[in-house]
């Protein structure tokens, strides 16, 4: 074998000599003269020049002073060695203050609290509902049907639906009325909720929410998914295989959605 002739041949020519006569690395047969090593690595001995217990106190000491209470240790370096002093070298200041736990960030940066996300929790049917309008493509470009759903969280069942032909709070407020009064809702019964949409922030809508008793709920600002219900449904309505790519006319978006709502 090519290690028992580095073997024989190191005490007569030596090991850099054997190995490159015959093709081993170094390295290899050192591993393999040494054996296998059994055990946590051995630890490592404290260089010569390092600096004892009370040194590192000493230099700890001097970076507490009231002179060097603000300044870098570069800069307690600089001054040392301009009064004559010598205690530590930069680099050996920063790992005594590291080892103490005093090495951070300098700036005063902003740290954010820690909250929990806000969630509404529903135990029951008529307890909290979601509502939100998606947009229906018309018959030509740029023509669009606008629909309307209110979605009860516990059960997923949609109590009130309206396809329109615009956008409107006045059509928000008529299809939460006639729901609300359908579903038999008292007064402090129900929370409904909804994002920031024109609609859903108006004051009529407002109002009649607080005339029902009924409590209102927005999503966070720039906040994409705290509305998730509502958008999983229309994602639900819109990769039916039967969804149109365009609905012809009014009367074939509404009956469109109440096939699917009755499905």
């Given at each position: 074998m090519i290690a028992a002739g580095v073997t024989e041949l190191t005490p007569v020519v030596g090991t850099r000599v054997a190995c490159t006569t015959l093709?081993?690395?170094?390295?290899?047969?050192?591993?393999?003269s040494r054996g296998p090593?059994?055990?946590p690595p051995k630890p490592r001995p404290a260089p010569p020049r390092a600096l004892s217990d009370p040194e590192r106190t000493a230099v700890l000491a001097e970076?507490?002073?009231?002179?060097?209470?603000?300044?870098?240790?570069a800069?307690?370096?600089?001054?040392?060695?301009?009064?004559?002093?010598y205690l530590a070298s930069e680099r050996t200041m920063y790992r005594i203050l590291a080892a103490s736990a005093e090495v951070r960030e300098r700036r005063d940066q902003l740290r954010h609290p820690i909250y929990a996300k806000p969630e509404l929790l529903a135990t029951g049917p008529r307890e909290l509902m979601s509502w939100d309008i998606t947009k229906l493509r018309g018959p030509v470009r740029g023509t669009?049907?606008?629909?309307?759903?209110?979605?009860?969280?516990?059960?997923?069942?949609?109590?009130?639906?309206?396809?329109?032909?615009?956008?409107?709070?006045?059509?928000a407020e008529r299809l939460i009325a006639e729901t609300a009064d359908k579903e038999g809702i008292i007064p402090g019964q129900l929370t409904i909720h909804a994002d920031r949409g024109t609609s859903m922030r108006s004051k009529d809508v407002a109002l009649l929410l607080a005339d029902l008793g009924i409590e209102r709920s927005h999503s966070r600002p720039h906040v994409s998914n705290d509305n998730?219900?509502?958008?999983?449904?229309?994602?639900?309505?819109?990769?039916?295989?039967?969804?149109?790519?365009?609905?012809?006319?009014?009367?074939?978006?509404?009956?469109?959605?109440?096939?699917?709502?009755?499905?």
């Open positions: 093709g081993m690395p170094r390295a290899s047969w050192y591993r393999r090593r059994h055990g970076l507490h002073a009231d002179r060097f209470a603000d300044a870098a240790p800069a307690v370096y600089a001054t040392l060695l301009d009064e004559g002093t669009h049907y606008h629909l309307y759903v209110i979605l009860d969280v516990f059960s997923r069942y949609v109590p009130g639906w309206m396809v329109a032909g615009h956008e409107s709070a006045v059509l998730p219900y509502s958008e999983s449904q229309f994602r639900t309505l819109k990769y039916r295989p039967t969804f149109p790519d365009r609905f012809g006319s009014l009367e074939d978006a509404r009956a469109f959605c109440a096939d699917f709502f009755t499905w």
